[in-house]
C-alpha cells in the first residue's frame, strides 16, 4: 500500500459529508465489522469520572461514531466505533453540576495521545533504556503472577511494594485487599499535592479524616490562607460554581474574599483585598485573627469547642497572637488583622480556608488547625455558607510516605522484591533528595500499570497498560465539593482503541492466578462486578427508597453516573469537650541559611499541568498559563524590585539552587509576588513522558529539601529556600503581550 | 422575530481558570500548532483570558476578561473582506465562511479586539488525536482565517433540534462551549431580541461595559465590571 | 546544410524555458512531498492533516475533477426497491440526523443468509462477513472537505424534499451513480425555490 | 544637444538596441537569477503555507504589503511626473518622459503582484474579478481591496496606453532601419504607423486626453492604497491625512526612482549628452520640494497623534519614536529629510552624483516609510494583552530582493528593446518649431515604409 493512498483513507474520520476514500477498494486498509450500531452523525452522551484530580467531577462524554484505526486479531483496519468528542460536566452530580475545568476537559487527549503504550511490554535493554518487546497479555499477567507467588512463598515481610495514587471506592478496595495478602506489604499513595495535613488537622479539630467541603455560595466573607481553590486545590470546580454565586448570585448580597499568600495566584487574583503574607505565618494570622474577636467579644471563645482548646492559649484569649505583637513576624499590619477579623465577624456566614503553600511548611498542620479553630469560632463549622463534612461511606487509612519507603530500601530496612506501580511517577514528583531513584534500582521487578512511559515506566520490567479512564468502568467515592453522600460509577464511554488491560480488572486476574487466600477476598471476576457488588449493599443501606430492587438501582446509577443523596447530609463535627493534649503554635523552618539562600522557594500547581501529570496533554501545554500567559514551557517567577536588583531582564535563563539541587529555567518579571519569594510552576521538567513533555523545562520538586509537615508523613514543599543567578538567555513563549491594560509608555509620562 | 444572539460576561464571576479555552478548543476542531509555531505567535485561541496587572507590589491587582469575538453589529472585519467570506449572518452574528476566505487577513487588522487567528499552515494532529475531532465543525485548511463562531454549529443543532420538535427554542437551551463549561457561570448566552432573556437581562445591568466601545463597532458582548465589596450595606 | 529559419532561436528558447520551469517545478514538488513524507514516516503512527496529499491532488480538486468510484461489490438498487424494500430500511439516519448511514455486511447478512445466495456477488458478500470485514463500500456524492458544507439530511426529509431529487431516480439505478451535481447553484436554486434559508452559515460552518 | 543632428541623435539613441555586451548579459543573468529564486520562494510558500513568512499574530501584514505600497508609490514616478510635464509643457521634459513612464509600468506591475503573493490561498486570487458564478456570489464592493484592485487595474491599463502610444513612431523608426525578424516584430509593434497628418494629430490628441486622464487616475489609485488602511480602525491607520500622505509619498518616492534610473541610464548607456545636469537640476528640485512637504505630512501626522495623545494611538507613536520601531523610525527621516534636504537644496551638492545619493537614501526611506506605517500599528492595538512583534523570514527578504531585481531586469530589457528617451520627442524639442509645422516635418524623418 501506498503511504499517499493511506493518508488519503484514513482521512478525518465521521465528518458528516466529507469525501474521502474515493477510488479502487484495493488500495485501502480493510474495514471491520462494527461492534455497535450506530448513526453517524447523531451524538450520545454518557456518564463518566474524572480521574485526573482528587474532586471527582462527573463526566458526560460526547459520543459520536467515528473510524478508528484498530489492531484486531493481528490485522491493521478501519473500524467504526463510537468515539469520545467530548468531556463535559455532568449536570446531575452534585460536585460539578455540569461544569469542568480544563484539565477535566482535556482528558480526552488522554485516550487519544499518540504514545500511548498500546500493549503489554516487557523490558528487553537495560533499566532505563527504554527497549521493550511487546507481548500478550497472558504471557504478562503469567510473569507478573509467577513474581507474585515466589513472594507469596517466601512470605518475606515488605517484600511487596505498591505505589499508587490516592484511590477511592472499589478500585482502593481491590487494590488494599491485594495489599493486605502480602504480608507487610509497603502501600504508598502518591500526590505531590496530596491533602493528609488537611485531613490529619481536620481529624484532630472535627473527628472527620476527610478534606474540606466548603460552601461558598451561602458564604458572606471568605479568608482564605495560601488556598488556590479556584485554580487546583481541593474540588475546585465545586468551589468555582459556589465562588460564581457568592458573587453575584444572590441579588443585592456579594460575599468578601480575602486571600492571604506570598503570590497572587489564579484564585488571589479573584480577590477583593489581596494581602501578602510571610511563608509560613499564616497560621498566625489566622490566630491573629481569633485574638481580635476573642478580645473585642465579637465570639466567645467556648464557641471553638474543641478545636479550639486544641491549640494552646485559646483560653487565655491567644495573648502572644495580639495583631501588633504578629505584624512583623507575618508582615500583615495590625489594624489590616484587626479589621478583617470585624468584618468577618460582622458576616455570617465567615468561613476560613487554608491549604496550598500554607498548609506545605513544617508548620502547616498548625496552621490548619489555627484555621479549623477560627472557622470553630466564627460558628461555621457544619452550617451553610461553612465547612462541611458529607458523611463518607467507608474511611480508609493511608499507607506509608513515598519518602519513608525509598529511605527503607535504600538502607535496606526493607527488601521490596517486586513494585507495582499505578497512576503515579514517584520518580518525578519526589524530591532527588529522597532517593526515590536509587530505591528503585534497588528493586528486582517493578511492574507498571501506566499508559505512558514516564520516567518511573522507564524503569518497569513489565508494562501493564491500563485502559483510559474513559475506556475503562470507574467508581470513586469523593469526599470533598458536596455535602452529600456521593458513589459515582460509569460504565465505559467507548471500546478500548488499544490492546489495553484495565488495572482491577488485571489485579483480579493475578488474585485468580495465586489462587488461595487472595482469591476468595476477591471474589468478583471483573471490576464491574466488584462495583456492582458495592452498589448491591449500597442499595440495601440507601436505595431501597428510589429503586424497586438492586438491578434497578445498579441500572439507574449507570445511567445517572452514580448515586447520591438528595439533599445535603452534613455530618457534625464529632469530638466534644476538652482535648487530652493542647498543640503549641511554632515557627515555620526552612531549608538553607537566609544568607546563603535568600528567597524562599514558592512551588505551585500548574492551573493546567497540575502536578506534571497532565504535561503530556498538547491542550494543556497550548493552553497559556492564567497569570504569566507562558504555553509550553516553564518559568521562574520574580519580582520587578528583585529583578532590577539582580539586573535581570524578563526571558533571562536564571540558576536557582537550593541545598538540594539546582536547576535552570527562564525568568519572568511577575509584579504580584512578593520580593524576597522565588515561584515556580510543578508540572514541566519531565525526562520521559511522550514527544509533547519529554526534555521541556525544569521540575522543582527536584530540587526541593526533604522537609517534612510536623505531625505528618507530608513533605513541606514551600520549606525551600533558594539563591538565583542570571546565566543566560532563555526562551520563554508568552502568549500575553503586555502585563498592563494601559501601555506602560502611558504610565511613564 | 430573528434571533440576535449575544453573551454577557460577568467579570466578578471570572476566575480566570481557562475551562473555557479549552472547551472551545474540544468543541472547534482548533489545532495546536506546537512550540515552535506558538513561539513565532501562531497559536489559536478562539477565546483567550486576558490578564492585566494593576500596581506595585504589594497593593497589586489582577484583572481577568476573556475575550472572543464580540460578533459586532457593526463589524469591521466584515466590510473589509473583498469576497463576503467574512459577513453579518441573518441572526446577527459575524460569520466566517472558510471556503469563500482568500487569505487576505485584512479581517483580522481591520478586528480590534485581536480574536482572528490565521491558518498559516494547515493543522496537523498526531495521529490518533485526530479522533476527538468534532464532525459537526469544519477542519480549517491552510491559508483561511478562523475565529470563534459563537459555536454556530450548536446554534444550528438547537434550531433543528426546535423545528423537528415544532417548538420554539428556549432561553439557555443553546449553550456555547465556553459558556457551557464555565464553572462559576460567569458566561450567559442567549437570544437579545427576547427581552426576557437571561442575557437580554444581565446585558442591562448597571455594571455593563462594551469592550472598546467607544470604537462603535456595537459589540453582541456584554462584560459586566467586577463590582467591590459594599461592605456593610448588606450586613 | 540549412540554416535556421528565422525565429526558430526564439521558438527553442522559450520552449527550453518552460521545460526548465517544468523541471524545476517538479523537483520542488517532488523535493517537498518527499519532505513531508519522511516527516510522517518517522512517527509510528503519523499524523491527520486536511492537506492534500499530493500537488496532483489539489490541482484535481481545483478543477473540481472526481474520479469515478469502484464499488466492491455490485450493489443494485434497483433490485432492492423493486422487492419492495424502502430506502429508509437502509438508510436509517436519514430522517434523524446529518449522515443517511450506510448499513454494515451484518445487516446485509440478516437477508441475504437466505435470499440469493447462490449469487456471485452475494457470495463475495458472504466472504467478507466471513473474513470480520465490512464492506469497503465507495463514497458516491460527498462534499470535497474544502467546501466546508455541513450537510444534514434530517430537515431536507422533514421538508419533503424528495431522496430523487438530489439522488436521480435509485429504481432505475443499479449500482448508485452520481447522477446529480451537487454544485453551490444547485443547492442555492432549490433554498430560493422553497423560500430555505440562503444565508452562508445555513451550510457553511 | 544643440549640436547634434537628428541622425546623431537617432544613431545615440537607436545605439543601446543593437548587441548584448558581456556585462549586459552578466547583469541581466544575475538579476534574473534573484528573480527566479524570488518565484521559487513564492511557489515555496503557496505549497506549503504562509507559515514560512514571518507573518503572525497580530501582525498579519508585513513586508508583502509594505513592498506593494512602495512600488505602487514608486509608479507614479511616471505617468503622473510626465503628465503634468507635459500639461505644463516643460520643454526640459523631453529626454525624461520615457524613462518615468516605464517605471510606471513595470513598478505597478509589480506591485501588483504582492496582494496575490500575500494571500494565504493565492489560487482563489480570481475570486476578486466580478464574474457571474455558478455560486452567485459577487465580490464585495465595500472592501477598500476591491477598490484596489479596479483601482490598480485601471492605473495600469492607463499607465500602459500612456507609455505605448508615444513609442508608436519611434517603433516605426527602429522597423525602418531593422531587417530580417527584427523587423518583422517592430513592424508589428509600430502598428502601422506611416507618420501621416492624421496619425500625428491622433497621436497628439490621444497623448493630452491621456496626460489630463491619468493625473486623477494616479491620484485615485495612491490614495486608494492608503484607504486600505485608513478604512481599518487601527491606531494611527484610521486617518484623515491618509490619502495626501500617500499620493505626496508616492510621488516623492518616484520621483527619486526616476531620477536614479536616469542616473543609472546616464552612465551606462552613454546617455551624457541626453540627460543633461539640468533635468537632475530641476528634477533634484521637484525632488526637494516634496521631501519638504513629505516632512510637513509626517509632522502634521506625528504631531496632531502626540497632542491628541489618545490612549490607542499612544503606544505605537511611542514604539516609533523611542520604542522598538525607533532605529528605523530615525533611519527614515535621516533617509528622507535630514540628508536629502541638504543635498537638494545647496546649489554644489545638487550635482547629478548629489541627487543620485539623495534619490537613493529616499528610495530606502520610503520603503521604510510603508513598513514603519504598516507594522508598529498592528503589533500595537488596542488590547495590550494582543501586542505582539514581527520579523520577516528569508521567504520575504528573498520575495522583496526578487522584485527589486526584476524591475532592474526588466527595465534593462526594455531600453534593449525600445529607446529609453523618446526619439521623436526629441527632436521635436530640436527643431523648436511651431507646433503645426511638426507635423510636416516629422513624417520626412521617419519616413515611408
Known sequence: MQRRDFLKISAVAGATAALEGCGNPDHQLIRFVPEEDLIPGIATWKPSICTLCPAGCGLLVRVMQGEAEVVREGRLGLLKMGLAKKLEGNPAHPINQGKLCPRGQAGLQVTYHPDRIQGPLARVGPRGSGQFREMTWESATRQLASQLADLQESGQEGSLALITSPLRGQKRAILDAFANHFKKSLPVELAFFDDSTIRAANLASFGHALPLTLDLGQSNYVVSFGADFLGTWNSPVAQAIGFGRMRTGRPGERAKFVQFEQRISQTGASADEWIPVQPGTEGAVALGLAHVMLAENLRPAAGAGHAGLLLEGWSEGLPDYAPEKIAAQTGVKAETIVRIAREAAAHDPAVAILGGAAAAHTNGLVGALAANALNALLGSVGKPGGILFPPLLAAKESGISLEILASQINSRAAAAKVLLVYNADPVFSAPAAWGVRAALDKIPFIASFSSFLDETTMLADLILPDHSPLESWLDDAPPSGSARTIRSVAPPAMHPLHNTRSMPDVLLDLAHQLGGDLASTLPWKTYDEAIEASFAALYKEKGTKIAKDADEFWQKAQDQGGWWSTEPESVPASPAGAPSGVVKPRAPEFAGDPNDYPFHFLPFASQLLYDGSLAHLPWMQEAPDPLSTVMWGTWVEVNPRTARKLSLQPGDLVEVTSPHGKLEAPALVNPGIAPDVIAMPVGQGHQNFTRYASGRGANPISILSPLTVEGTQSLAWAATRVKLSVVGRGKLILFGGSLTEVSPELEHR | MAHRWGMVIDLDRCTGCEACVVACRAENNIATVGEEQAGLSRAKHWIRVERYYEGEFPDVKVKFQPVLCQQCDAAPCETVCPTFASYHTGEGLNGQIYNRCIGTRYCANACPYEVRFFNFFNPVWDKPLHLQLNPDVSVRTVGVMEKCTFCVQRIKAGEIQAEAEKRELKDGEIRPACVQSCPPEAMVFGDLNDAESRASRLANSRRRTKLLAELGTRPKVTYLQRDSWHGDENA | MSRPAPGSSLYLSVVIAIGVAALGLAILERALSAEAMSAAEEESSGAFTPAHPTLYDAVREFFEIRSKPVQPIAYTHKVHLANGMQCTDCHVGVDQGPDARIPSVNFCMTCHQVIATQQPEIKKLAAYKARGEDVPWQRVYGFERSAHVKFNHAPHIRAGVDCSVCHGDMRQQTVAERKVDHTMGFCVSCHQQKNASVDCVTCHF | ?449
Open chain 4, 1 to 449: 544637444m544643440a549640436t547634434k543632428t537628428p541622425e546623431q541623435i537617432n544613431d545615440d539613441l537607436l545605439r543601446p538596441l543593437s548587441g548584448i555586451s558581456g556585462r549586459y548579459a552578466l547583469s541581466a543573468a544575475l538579476l534574473a537569477g534573484v528573480a527566479v529564486a524570488a518565484f521559487c520562494a513564492f511557489f515555496y510558500q503557496a505549497y506549503t503555507g504562509l507559515g514560512v513568512s514571518g507573518l503572525r499574530w497580530p501582525v498579519f501584514w508585513g513586508f508583502y504589503i509594505t513592498n506593494f505600497v512602495f512600488w505602487i508609490g514608486l509608479s507614479h514616478a511616471g505617468t503622473l511626473i510626465s503628465a503634468i510635464l507635459r500639461l505644463s509643457n516643460a520643454t526640459w521634459r523631453r529626454p525624461v518622459t520615457r524613462c518615468a513612464e516605464v517605471i510606471t509600468v513595470f513598478a505597478l506591475s509589480i506591485g501588483a503582484m504582492f496582494p496575490i503573493i500575500h494571500l494565504g490561498r493565492p489560487w482563489l486570487a480570481f475570486w476578486l474579478f466580478p464574474y457571474p458564478s455558478e455560486r452567485r456570489i459577487w465580490p464585495n464592493i465595500h472592501s477598500p481591496l476591491l477598490w484596489d484592485f479596479f483601482a490598480i487595474n485601471t492605473y495600469l491599463i492607463a499607465s500602459v496606453t500612456f507609455l505605448l502610444l508615444p513609442i508608436i513612431p519611434d517603433m516605426a523608426l527602429v522597423r525602418d532601419r531593422a531587417a530580417g525578424l527584427r523587423k518583422k516584430i517592430y513592424r508589428a509593434l509600430a502598428l502601422g504607423w506611416t507618420g501621416t497628418p492624421k496619425q500625428w494629430h491622433r497621436l497628439e490628441t490621444a497623448m493630452h486626453v491621456m496626460a489630463i486622464v491619468v493625473i486623477p487616475v494616479a491620484v485615485s489609485v495612491h490614495s486608494i492604497v492608503s484607504w486600505d488602511f485608513a478604512m481599518a480602525p487601527v491606531p494611527m491607520w484610521h486617518s484623515t491625512i491618509f490619502a495626501p500622505y500617500f499620493v505626496c509619498g508616492a510621488i516623492f518616492s518616484g520621483i527619486a526612482a526616476l531620477l536614479l534610473a536616469m542616473a543609472l541610464l546616464r552612465k551606462f548607456l552613454h546617455l551624457e549628452e541626453y540627460l543633461l545636469p539640468i533635468h537632475f537640476e530641476n528634477l533634484g528640485k521637484l525632488l526637494l520640494v516634496m521631501s519638504v512637504l513629505w516632512f510637513y505630512f509626517i509632522f502634521a501626522e506625528r504631531l496632531t497623534t502626540w497632542y491628541g495623545n489618545s490612549v490607542g494611538e499612544m503606544p505605537v507613536f511611542w514604539a516609533t519614536q523611542h520604542g522598538s520601531y525607533a532605529p528605523l523610525f530615525w533611519t527614515m527621516m535621516f533617509c528622507n529629510f535630514l540628508i536629502p534636504v541638504p543635498i537638494l537644496a545647496i546649489r554644489k551638492l545638487r550635482s547629478i552624483t548629489g541627487t543620485a545619493i539623495a534619490s537613493f537614501t529616499i528610495v530606502i526611506g520610503m520603503w521604510l516609510e510603508r513598513f514603519l506605517i504598516i507594522v508598529p500599528s498592528l503589533s500595537h492595538k488596542y488590547l495590550t494583552y494582543s501586542w505582539g512583534t514581527y520579523r520577516p523570514t528569508w521567504v520575504e527578504i528573498t520575495i522583496t530582493a526578487g522584485t527589486f531585481s526584476g524591475l532592474a531586469l526588466l527595465y534593462m530589457i526594455f531600453s534593449k528593446v525600445v529607446p529609453i528617451i523618446s526619439i521623436w520627442e526629441l527632436k521635436v524639442g530640436l527643431r523648436q518649431v511651431p507646433h503645426s509645422a511638426r507635423i510636416i516635418v516629422e513624417p520626412k524623418e521617419v519616413g515611408a515604409d
